[in-house]
């Protein structure tokens, strides 16, 4: 066939120009080249000799972005634009396709205004990012001519009469209506950037987070091309594979999407529902209302695209229909279109009648329908986060003013508050991701039904479109269940949150107001969302930029005693709202002097203190703080603030140390220096002050260690002794100490007294309150309260009290053991805390050789840098079969042939039911075709029945339907399984492991093993393994279908399948580190609010509110940044892999459609190959996405299989328990023979060659310096430590030989760190249920405790909270003695067991001791002498010997006694 621009037909009449130039058809298409000439001439040197970094007037670190006026708008058209162009093009081939000869200018003019306009986007892209606006001229000049040429060639085809039934009108009209609309974004250019024709052009800088070079998520910042197929994600992923994803890869976040950005827009939310008088609405609804409010319109564009990716969606089965309609035609043959202007022009009708118009068309409908689909899912998971950051930023807020009774008295736990802020908000996120959904499904269920209700004739084209309406009803039913259950989820946690939120708080909430800062030199107005974080300055600043109003009608100021600190008057303080703790408290607190409270264990000196700091319900009277000007950094008076916070706080920080020591999961210096400023000389003071040196010099990294969640790596000692040195070096002028000493021996504690409290905080004349027990300091003390039953005693000095009250001065004088002196230099010398510090190398030591699989190959990385990263990234690329293997061989193999069998026949069968199908509806169209050649009207006239064929389909059907039910049980029944098999082999072996995995483990990494480990294998893996196998298989035998119908097709599925290798291989791998770091990020979040709340009086006493806003602000940013890089990297994924979907389904068209033409393919088989295409596309990205989840799952697999590998300790002895007798030990005789005990055989003994006879009912004291073995000694007996050399025998029975259950069941024994379980005082003292009430009574009464439960609603049957946080320390410890006399065991181990009680119980109870086991054997380890001097034998320890083992008298009596000289420096 000749070739020419107008063609060579005979009698053509493309050259005829009788009529005028432009009354001739080929001219005319002629004329409109003119233009796309011109721009690929002007702009092609433009672009490629490259001129853009050397014109930039402002230099960005990224290579963009700075949106011209109408940016999004240009973008849109030109898309529309070249869609409409290669419709143009279409329809040229077509119409061509009737002419003798080829006539190109019906489709070469719109090819080259293709390349025009492709060239135009992205010469506009290169002149927008080098913000250089007057180049744009060019492109002003080719609208024009482009505008102007279809215009002239539109108004011609109106003159000849050419209307809207010939499509090229159309089109034509499209084409300069948009060429017009493009000049005018162009003309709105100059008129906003003023580049042409003004003097002056409008200076524009980039947006201020592309000028910060720590924001690198680019989303909002792209243009529209790179934000729908996510192309600025090409390089973060490619890099992934090179070098692991960190904190520091992934950045800042943008401003618009930081919490404390959203938070200010849910807070305006919240605050527009507020009534006329000031109250704050209540309710579920009133969370909705906010919610949509604040995030509502994201949402509604969410749902926009939902609704356009659904109706795109049904372009799939109609192009099918019409494809298969079209090649089941009998003739072919279309008629002739008109001829006007000397060219052929065809209506719409003929040119849809053509079958690869309708391929194209589908493969265009796909790829515009799988974008809106991304772009919903991408805005609906984005506002979800936003969201979940607001509300973890209301929460913390709602934490910060929460009152501690919430807490204490068990109305809201740790447990509960994290719950709340790692579940709760989470499901409200993932309801946002779903709640598209919930508007499409009706949609997609109508629009089906309506397509299906309108066929009803059988014919291949009806049936494939049928069966691909069903393929698409397939997903939004599979997503029913997870919606609704979504959706229910989501009414729960709204519900838990209005509760939570409507809880009690201590005074109005303090929050940011959007304000100008009264006192600020820049007067940075900081109302605007844009403005709301100030880049320039530091990060801390961000909250604090937030004048924090405050309408605490609190107590006022008052300076009418400006001696006093403090003056409480007629306080009627309470914990909840019945009888009040404290009753009227009329106190003084003098300032710059030492005051200590004192009083029996459970009078409420904590709650004075506590009341003191706002932190209790006041019920009356009034608490007055004057303030003095506070200290600078040096220790310095510093007067210039304490005017300027007098109208938001109405007392100043007051630096306080906890009862129970509060540390951050931090280094130690860190938690000493608590925000503030590192200040070496007084940071040094400080550490030898609270003798922490040792400690320090012991730990790997010094005071840069991580010291754990709640300090777990350390001892109570030394967690007490940082809680106190924190307190000393803060510059407060007030310090609140709640009873430091209780867990130190005397020699720390004098120590402590004496350079901590005597000196250091005296010299710089501050405020100090100190509760203790320690009568022997009262000498030191200027101002007393003494403490009673909750009300004040008597306060004054020593004196004072002296002369008023002689009777407990004298109390005071027969408990004080020793005066106050200085000890020789050498005894403090001697007294280091070896013990603590032998406890925290073995534990270093220890964790060291715990160390995973893992935490070694990170080492490795370490190490040897080059070598072994690239062996580490292998192996980041590789998939865990190891694990895979691991969680399959759990299942059985029985279970697993049954997994694997029932998936293979599911899925043959569903490929069996569609090919019957297929071969049925060709069969009905040959018997059509039969019975028209016969002259018959129906099909059964020629012998055809459907009823066989429908029997084998039903069949078919049914067993499809048995083999999904059989799958999905298996799947699950597998998961559980698997689940329970290794849960239960996990407990096992926690329950039987050594004490030491418990000293080397940190708690919170066990605990994850048994919760998110464990959920993960029996909730996500098999869901995540169904999917995969599903998608998988459906993917193969799609592919194999599509084969099978056009073998051609493997030529070209080669290539493809190379481009999804790729994609999938740098995916996994940036999958998998996005995912890990979004765990990793939101551990430390979670943990800050646990900190936060276990801490909440201490962070309130110092006024450190704002600073841990900020921390939490980080916290939520960095998790956030995580996550949306994690959606952003599945979208990037699922863009491509439906792009190549799309092009599968293009080419398998393609393919069908020549076949069936040519070489007379049925057309039942190219209906079923163009389903199967459809359905690859949608498959093809979740095996990817299945693939990378599954293989960050399968790390739980891992986890406790590295658990696992635990050796447990022996349970089962020589002895069975039958053999042991029923009450033994009956008189409990101890021999100790040889022993010598480790902690692990890695580490030197701790006991040596110890021999010791302890007769029956003997009360036998252990004392020692610390680290003399004392507490080894006494684990000894509980078989906790490693013997390794001889032997305890108690009453005849070597200990070594009984069952573990059996020995450490006969035995008591009371820890120096009380602990209480939640439950009942019933429960705690009797958690085996054996003892009857009067029993508990009793122990109770011994132990002090009869009165406190007397008064507690329900007696025995009062609850106790998490920790026994509604009892004090001191409580707690005679509950757990209790707790041991209602064993009744004839031995008995008391471990410090008075540490934490006061003097005079302390006396009461070596009394009770002695009277109500004076039958029993009892073993007293005692740092302090004087609780053991009335036993009947004493031991004196060092280093791991016996160096004294009498009586005490004797040993008194003897002047070289190492045990004497204890008691003469304990006096």
Not at 67 to 83: K, M, V
Not at 215 to 234: A, E, G
Not at 957 to 974: F, K, P, R
């Amino acid at each position: 066939m000749s070739l020419a621009f107008c063609g060579n037909d005979n009698n053509s009449a493309a050259y005829n120009v009788d009529a005028g130039v432009l009354n001739n058809g080929c001219f005319l298409d002629a004329l409109t080249v003119v233009p796309h000439v011109f721009l690929l001439f002007i702009t092609f040197p433009i672009l490629f000799i490259g001129w853009g970094s050397q014109s930039s007037k402002v230099h960005i670190h990224h290579s963009t972005w700075l949106h011209f006026p109408g940016h999004n708008l240009r973008w849109i058209l030109t898309f529309i634009l070249l869609f409409i162009i290669v419709c143009e093009i279409a329809e040229g081939i077509v119409s061509d396709g009737f002419n003798q000869s080829v006539h190109l200018h019906l489709y070469m003019p719109s090819c080259l205004a293709f390349m025009a306009a492709i060239t135009s986007i992205v010469y506009y892209h290169n002149i927008e990012t080098s913000n250089f606006p007057k180049l744009l001229t060019t492109l002003l000049i080719y609208w024009v001519l482009a505008f102007v040429s279809k215009t002239i060639k539109f108004a011609k085809y109106t003159e000849h009469g050419i209307g809207l039934r010939q499509l090229r009108f159309g089109i034509t009209g499209l084409l300069a209506l948009l060429y017009g609309l493009l000049l005018a974004v162009e003309i709105n250019v100059i008129l906003r950037r003023r580049y042409l024709c003004f003097a002056h052009p409008t200076e524009v800088k980039p947006p201020e987070d592309l000028q910060d070079l720590g924001v690198r998520f680019l989303q909002p910042f792209v243009n529209l091309l790179s934000k729908s197929t996510y192309w600025w994600m090409n390089t973060f992923i490619t890099a992934a594979h090179r070098r692991p994803i960190d904190l520091k890869v992934i950045g800042k976040l943008p401003i618009a999407m930081r919490a404390l950005t959203n938070y200010l827009k849910l807070r305006e939310a919240f605050e527009a529902q507020k009534k006329p008088q000031g109250i704050q609405p209540q309710g579920p609804k009133w969370i909705w209302t906010a919610l949509r409010q604040a995030f509502g319109r994201p949402l509604l564009l969410s749902i926009t695209y939902r609704f356009m990716a659904d109706l795109l969606g049904f372009a799939g089965p109609l192009c099918i229909s019409g494809i298969v309609h079209h090649l089941s035609k009998e003739n072919h043959t279309i008629q002739p279109p008109v001829k006007h202007l000397g060219i052929y022009f065809i209506s719409s009708q003929e040119f849809l009648a053509n079958a690869y118009v309708l391929a194209v068309l589908l493969f265009f409908a796909l790829l515009l329908q799988r974008t809106f689909l991304q772009a919903s899912y991408y805005v609906a998971i984005e506002t979800g986060i936003n969201l979940r950051g607001a509300f973890q930023t209301k929460i913390f807020n709602k934490i910060m003013r929460l009152c501690t009774s919430n807490m204490s008295m068990g109305g809201m736990t740790v447990g509960q508050i994290c719950n709340i802020v790692a579940i709760d908000t989470n499901q409200l996120m993932w309801f946002f991701f779903l709640c598209p959904n919930l508007f499409a499904m009706p949609v997609q269920t109508f629009v089906a039904h309506v397509h299906l209700s309108d066929d009803a004739d059988l014919s291949p084209a009806v049936a494939f479109a049928s069966l691909s309406l069903f393929h698409i009803l397939v997903t939004p039913l599979f997503l029913l269940s997870s919606v609704v259950r979504s959706t229910v989820k989501a009414l729960v946690s709204v519900q838990k949150l209005s509760e939570f939120f409507s809880c009690d708080e201590i005074g109005d909430e303090q929050e940011p107001r959007a304000t100008v800062l009264p006192n600020s030199t820049n007067h940075k107005y900081q109302a605007l969302p844009l403005k709301v974080v100030n880049r320039k300055r530091p990060v801390r600043e961000d909250w604090n930029s937030f004048v924090l109003q405050s309408d605490q009608e609190d107590e006022p100021l008052a300076v009418e005693d400006e001696d006093i600190c403090i003056k409480i008057t007629n306080g009627y303080f309470s914990w909840t709202d019945g009888t009040p703790t404290l009753s009227n408290v009329n106190i003084k607190i003098p300032f710059g002097q030492l005051t200590m409270i004192v009083g029996q264990v459970g009078c409420g000196k904590s709650s004075l203190l506590l009341a003191a700091l706002g932190e209790m319900q006041k019920i009356s009277g009034t608490v007055i703080w004057n303030r003095l000007p506070t200290l600078d950094a040096e220790g310095n008076e510093s007067p210039t603030d304490a005017a300027a916070d007098e109208d938001i706080r109405k007392r100043g920080a007051v630096a306080y140390a906890s009862q129970k020591p509060w540390l951050l999961n931090t280094t130690l210096a860190e938690n000493i220096t608590f925000e503030m400023p590192l200040i070496k000389q007084r940071y040094r003071a400080v550490i030898e002050a609270c003798s922490l040196q040792p400690d320090i010099d012991i730990l790997p990294q010094g005071d840069q260690t991580e010291i754990g969640e709640r300090g777990i790596i350390l001892s109570g000692g030394q967690r007490q002794r940082i809680g106190v040195a924190r307190a000393l070096y803060q510059t407060t002028n007030v310090v609140f100490l709640d009873d430091p000493f209780s867990a130190l021996d005397i020699h720390l504690s004098d120590h402590l007294m004496q350079e901590g409290i005597l000196k250091l905080l005296r010299e710089e004349k501050r405020t100090v309150v100190l509760v203790t027990h320690k009568l022997q300091y009262l000498p030191h003390a200027d101002w007393i309260i003494a403490m009673k039953d909750g009300s004040i005693q008597t306060e004054g000095t020593l004196k004072d009290i002296q002369n008023s009250q002689p009777e407990l001065f004298g109390q005071w004088k027969s408990l004080m053991h020793r005066q106050d002196k200085e000890f020789e230099k050498e005894t403090v010398d001697e007294n280091m805390t070896v013990l603590e510090r032998k406890n925290l190398r073995r534990a270093m030591y220890s964790r060291e050789a715990l160390k995973t699989e893992e935490e070694e190959e990170e080492q490795s990385v370490e190490s040897d840098e080059e070598d072994n990263l690239s062996r580490v990234m292998r192996h980041r690329a590789t998939i865990p079969w190891r694990s895979c293997g691991t969680y399959l061989s759990s299942a059985g193999l029985l279970l697993l042939l049954l997994l694997l069998l029932s998936q293979l026949l599911k899925h043959s069968l569903l490929v069996a039911i569609d090919y019957w199908l297929a071969h049925w509806t060709s069969k009905v169209i040959t018997a059509k075709i039969d019975a028209a050649a016969h002259n018959c009207s129906l099909v059964q006239e020629v012998g055809f029945s459907h009823s066989s064929y429908l029997m084998v389909f039903s069949l078919l059907c049914c067993l499809g339907i048995v083999l999904c039910l059989a799958t999905s049980v298996a799947v699950e029944w597998t998961g559980l399984r698997v689940a329970k098999e290794l849960h239960h082999n996990l407990l096992s072996n926690i329950i039987l492991a050594p004490m030491r995995l418990f000293e080397t483990t940190p708690l919170a990494s066990i605990l994850n093993r048994f919760s998110s480990d464990t959920n993960t294998i029996d909730q996500h893996i098999p869901a995540t393994l169904e999917c995969l196998s599903r998608s998988t298989l459906l993917c193969v035998s799609a592919l194999g279908v599509i084969s099978y119908v056009t073998p051609v097709f493997l030529i070209v599925v080669a290539p493809l399948a190379i481009t999804c290798y790729f994609i999938q291989k740098y995916f996994r791998v940036a999958s998998k580190d996005l995912q890990q770091l979004e765990d990793s990020t939101q551990l430390p979040l979670l943990s800050h609010f646990s900190e936060t709340v276990e801490g909440l009086t201490t962070i309130r006493a110092f006024r450190y509110e704002p600073r841990f806003r900020q921390r939490l602000l980080e916290f939520t940013d960095a998790n956030n940044m995580a996550s949306l890089f994690l959606t952003s990297a599945n979208r990037w994924l699922e863009v491509r892999m439906e792009y190549i979907g799309a092009c599968i389904v293009l080419i398998a068209a393609v393919a069908s459609i020549t076949n069936s033409l040519y070489n007379h393919l049925s057309t039942g088989l190219v209906g079923l190959g163009l389903t199967y295409a459809l359905m690859v596309s949608n498959y093809l990205n979740w095996m990817v996405r299945n693939l990378a989840d599954m293989e960050v799952q399968l790390g739980a697999v891992k986890r406790i299989k590295a658990l696992l590998r635990t050796e447990p300790e022996n349970y089962e002895g020589l002895l069975s328990a039958s053999q042991v007798p029923e009450g033994w030990p009956q008189r409990g005789e101890i021999q100790i023979q040889n022993l010598s005990v480790r902690y692990d055989s890695t580490l030197k003994p701790v006991l040596k060659q110890v021999n010791a006879h302890i007769s029956p009912g003997q009360k036998v004291g252990i004392c020692g310096r610390t680290g003399s073995g004392k507490s080894s000694f006494s684990l000894a007996f509980f078989r906790m430590v490693d013997t390794f050399e001889g032997r305890i025998i108690i009453d005849d029975i070597d200990i070594a030989k009984l069952p573990l259950q059996t020995l450490r069941s006969r035995f008591s024994i009371i820890l120096q760190d009380p602990f209480l379980f939640s439950g009942t005082i019933r429960f705690n003292l009797d958690p085996e249920m054996k003892a009857t009430d009067s029993m508990l009574w009793e122990a109770l009464e011994i132990a002090q405790l009869k009165p406190v439960v007397k008064t507690l609603p329900g007696g025995l049957d009062a609850i106790i909270t998490e920790g026994g946080e509604n009892f004090s320390q001191g409580q707690r410890q005679l509950f757990c003695l209790a707790r041991a006399f209602v064993r009744k065991s004839s031995i008995l181990i008391m471990d410090e067991a008075t540490a934490s009680i006061d003097m005079a119980t302390e006396s009461i109870l070596q009394k009770v001791v002695m009277t109500a086991f004076a039958d029993r054997t009892v073993v007293t380890i005692a740092h302090r002498v004087h609780t053991i001097l009335n036993a009947d034998q004493v031991i004196v320890m060092k280093r791991g010997v016996i160096l004294e083992f009498d009586k005490p008298e004797a040993l008194l009596n003897r002047e070289d006694s190492v045990f004497a000289s204890f008691v003469r420096a304990d006096k």
